[in-house]
């Protein structure tokens, strides 16, 4: 009998063990919580900042890249600039590109779809 008396305990700590993980992950009070919420949300605060850091200085480089180019026209004179319009539209383009939102990666099901219409 007390073999199965120890089979029982086994089980029941195992069970114990679990519950006991669960109860350590949740905060203990109030507090313990909300610093763990504000510590994470500060956290996502320099993310945040990081990824307009980020899109400021593309932005700028290209803005910068732009002027360059438009004072390279305008030495170039009338003639080159009728030329030169094409060129202009594809580094306006590409500023609104630097500067708007990266677009949605697309899923494998639209990739699919998209072949098969292709194909037709």
Do not use: C, H, N, W
């Not at 114990?16 to 669960?22: N, P, T, Y």
């Not at 677009?103 to 098969?116: I, R, S």
């Amino acid at each position: 009998m007390a073999a199965k008396k120890k089979a029982t305990k086994r089980k029941t700590a195992k069970k114990k063990s679990a519950v006991a993980k669960l109860e350590a992950e949740l905060p203990k009070t109030v507090r313990a919580y909300t610093k763990e919420v504000r510590k994470q949300l500060g956290k996502l605060e320099k993310d945040v900042g990081k990824a307009r850091a980020q899109a400021s200085r593309r932005g700028t480089k290209v803005l910068r890249e732009a002027s360059e180019y438009v004072g390279r026209l305008e030495a170039r004179g009338e003639k080159e600039f009728r030329k030169g319009q094409s060129e202009a539209v594809k580094m306006l383009k590409k500023l609104e590109k630097a500067i708007g939102p990266k677009p949605k990666k697309k899923t494998a099901k639209k990739k699919a779809a998209k072949k098969k219409t292709t194909r037709r």
